[in-house]
T-cell receptor, first 113, second 112 residues
């Protein structure tokens, strides 16, 4: 079992839809959680960074963490064609090699106009 | 405001040749990371520098790979005697603390 599982999709939605992207993880040492957006042939762009269980909102993006279930989500409201990209979840622990990010495979999202 | 800069962006090389990638981190970022990403996969950790000290090197990094960060500024990743399995995007990232880690645009390597 991989440490981080992420459904690769692809996910296709109409413009304006609410998008839900998810990751599960098995390593209880993971304490910090990130979402990155990656356009084709570009580097990952940091979208959200969270630590606590609960919700964190930034514009149209909401990151949700449930440490008891080892489950994190990213919600995108009022999705736009410019949101079409691969979304990567990433996480790290709080001790030892805590600088090392472990990524999911990424979910490919297409928002259709 | 300049982000993490990587050069070259694309490199095509013949099997057995050596290649070197350069990374210029965000100014004042003392932490620097290298990751590798293949098609359909998330980035995988390769190595980490805090200032000029290389603190960890992943087992993914065979003896053919070497990374340096002289004087804690830019970094280079060299691959000797390239193999087709080395074809991937090599990503550099930097951060000031451990929380906000910013990636560059990546350097694509194709070994033919």
């Amino acid at each position: 079992q991989k440490e981080v599982e992420q459904d690769p999709g692809p996910l296709s939605v109409p413009e304006g839809a609410i998008v839900s992207l998810n990751c599960t993880y098995s390593n209880s040492a993971f304490q910090y959680f990130m979402w990155y957006r990656q356009y084709s042939r570009k580097g990952p762009e940091l979208l959200m960074y969270t630590y606590s269980s609960g919700n964190k909102e930034d514009g149209r993006f909401t990151a949700q963490v449930d440490k008891s279930s080892k489950y994190i989500s990213l919600f995108i409201r009022d999705s736009q064609p410019s949101d079409s990209a691969t979304y990567l979840c990433a996480m790290r622990g709080s001790g030892g090699s805590n600088y090392k990010l472990t990524f999911g495979k990424g979910t490919l999202l297409t928002v259709n106009p | 405001d300049t982000g993490v800069s990587q050069n070259p962006r694309h490199k095509i090389t013949k099997r057995g040749q050596n290649v070197t990638f350069r990374c210029d981190p965000i100014s004042e970022h003392n932490r620097l990371y290298w990751y590798r990403q293949t098609l359909g996969q998330g980035p995988e950790f390769l190595t980490y520098f805090q200032n000029e000290a290389q603190l960890e090197k992943s087992r993914l990094l065979s003896d053919r790979f070497s990374a340096e960060r002289p004087k804690g500024s830019f970094s280079t990743l060299e691959i000797q005697r390239t193999e087709q399995g080395d074809s991937a995007m090599y990503l550099c990232a930097s951060s000031l603390a451990l929380d906000l880690i910013y990636f560059g645009e990546g350097s694509w390597l194709t070994v033919v």
